[in-house]
């Protein structure tokens, strides 16, 4: 499956993007999981938003929530 990740800054501008091809979602995830690291990273799959993951940077002030997905919008 051909899936795009998003690094994005702090105004949710993108600083870079990437393709993944990967088996299912959950490889999907692991891979954009992987590229967090001081920004928030978003997952897609066409032009639906799969996950979001929080960078060392995000506004999140528990850093324990850091690098954990979170849900879409509704």
């Known amino acids: 499956m051909r899936y795009k990740v998003f690094v ?14 990967c088996i299912d979602e959950q490889a999907a995830r692991r891979r954009a999981e ?23 940077t995000s506004d999140g002030s528990d850093s324990a929530l850091n690098r954990r997905p979170i849900s879409p919008p509704s």
Not at 8 to 21: G, Q
Not at 40 to 54: C, K, N, S, Y
């Open 8 to 21: 994005v800054d702090s105004s949710r501008r993108v600083i870079c993007a990437a393709k993944l091809d």
């Open 34 to 56: 992987q590229m967090c690291c001081e920004h928030d990273v978003e997952l897609w799959e066409g032009d639906r938003l799969v996950a979001v993951f929080q960078g060392a």
